[in-house]
Structure formats: structure tokens, C-alpha cells
């Protein structure tokens, strides 16, 4: 059963660099069709980040493409998102999740969430 | 960025009575290879989302079937036959047919 735990700091600092990991267990990274970041203001919907396919092919969502930066680490089974120059609207609970062939292309598996908060 | 637009954004619900929600996208949903990919998703409060539907129609695993997803190209329906005290919460519909994928603003369902 494959699990996804996301992990980093729970606050940053504007204009900082937020950087957050998610680690999988339960199956190979490289076994999926692509790993992606969902974000959720406080009260508010979800919104794509962006996603990574295990050959390391990147989309980002055009809103912050110039900021985002998603890579995947297959040694250590894990893939991590890096978003720069943060605001207070940057702050969110960010989630990783599994886009999986055989689940339609939707995002069948999903981290428990961690909660970001950008203030000084 | 295709948008996609649900309605209700609540709905107050009886034990026992079905439910139905609505989302629209303002684009057609059909892949150039021929697959919808319009999925829902239901988020309990202080939970992540779960996938209910992928593909229009088809349960995720181990999803109740008093669960049911249809429609095609722009219109796209979430039925739930007998609302159960479980199923509390916000539904989701989104796209992945093209990027950037993108969420419907959800729908609050509660009970009565």
C-alpha cells in the first residue's frame, strides 16, 4: 500500500524559500505516472502546484511557474517542492499526491497534508 | 485555464435521501486521446481529499456504490443515492485533461 508523508518547515519567512519533501513508501517512486504538489489556503479550495513524472519532466501551474521548482530523488524514494520569494498568500496547507494510470490519470493517493505558514 | 464551476455550493441533506452535485467546465473535457478526465473528490474537515470517481464514471477502489458519477464533454454530475452521517464534507470535481489541471471551487455537503 503505497503512503505518501510530506515533511518541512512549518513556517517561513516572506521572501524566503518555502521547501517541502515528500516521502513514499509502500512502492517505488518510479512506478507511478507522475508525483504532484495540491495547495489549500486556510478555508479556501485547492489549487495544482505542479507535478513531476519519474523520468523528471516538470508542469507547473502558469500562476507559479516562476517560482516553483518541484525535483525527484530516487535513491532516497521521495520528491520535493521548493517555492520561492513566498508571500502570506503562499500560506496553505500543501499536499502531495499520486497520479496513477490505472486510477484514470487522477490523484488516487494523497499525503495527510502539511500546514505553511509565511509570516516574519 | 479550463474552469470548472460546481453547484450547489451547499447542500443541506437529509439522512437516508440522495444528493447530487453539479460542475461544469468551460471547455470540453474529451482528451485528444479520447478519455474524460474529470475525477471527484471528497475532503472530510481537517482530512485530505480522497478520490471517489475517476474518468466520469468509475469508482475508486473500495468507494460505496451509492456513489455515481456521469455526464460528458462540458456537464458532469456526482449522485449520492442515500446520504449517509459519513459523508459529511467537501466534494471536489477536477480536471487533467489539459494543464494546468484545476479544482472545481467544491461543494459543502451537511446534514440536515
Known amino acids: 500500500q503505497v503512503q505518501l508523508q510530506e515533511s518541512g518547515p512549518g513556517l517561513v519567512k516572506p521572501s524566503g524559500t518555502l521547501s517541502l519533501t515528500c516521502a513514499v513508501s509502500?512502492?517505488?517512486?518510479?512506478?507511478?505516472?507522475?508525483w504532484s504538489w495540491v495547495r489549500q489556503p486556510p478555508g479556501k479550495g485547492l489549487e495544482w502546484v505542479g507535478e513531476?513524472?519519474?523520468?523528471?519532466?516538470?508542469n507547473y501551474s502558469p500562476s507559479l511557474k516562476s517560482r516553483v521548482t518541484i525535483s525527484l530523488d530516487k535513491s532516497k524514494n521521495q520528491f520535493s517542492l521548493k517555492l520561492s520569494s513566498v508571500t502570506a498568500a503562499d500560506t496553505a496547507v500543501y499536499y502531495c499526491?499520486?497520479?496513477?494510470?490505472?486510477?484514470?490519470?487522477?490523484?488516487?493517493?494523497w499525503g495527510q497534508g502539511t500546514s505553511v505558514t509565511v509570516s516574519s | 485555464d479550463i474552469v470548472m464551476t460546481q453547484t450547489p455550493l451547499s447542500s443541506p441533506v437529509t439522512l437516508g435521501q440522495p444528493a447530487s452535485i453539479s460542475c461544469r467546465s468551460n471547455?470540453?473535457?474529451?482528451?485528444?486521446?479520447?478519455?474524460?478526465?474529470l475525477s471527484w473528490l471528497h475532503q472530510r474537515p481537517g482530512q485530505p481529499p480522497r478520490l471517489l470517481i475517476y474518468k466520469i464514471s468509475n469508482r475508486f477502489s473500495g468507494v460505496p456504490d451509492r456513489f455515481s458519477g456521469s455526464g460528458a464533454g462540458t456537464d458532469f454530475t456526482l449522485k449520492i443515492s442515500r446520504v449517509e452521517a459519513d459523508d459529511v464534507g467537501v466534494y471536489y470535481c477536477?480536471?487533467?485533461?489539459?494543464?494546468?489541471?484545476?479544482f472545481g471551487q467544491g461543494t459543502k455537503v451537511e446534514i440536515k
Open positions: 477536477m480536471q487533467a485533461t489539459q494543464l494546468p489541471q484545476t
Open positions: 509502500g512502492g517505488s517512486i518510479t512506478n507511478s505516472n507522475s
Open positions: 499526491a499520486r497520479e496513477y494510470h490505472a486510477s484514470g490519470d487522477a490523484l488516487d493517493i
Open positions: 513531476i513524472y519519474p523520468s523528471g519532466t516538470t
Open positions: 471547455q470540453s473535457l474529451v482528451h485528444k486521446d479520447g478519455s474524460t478526465y
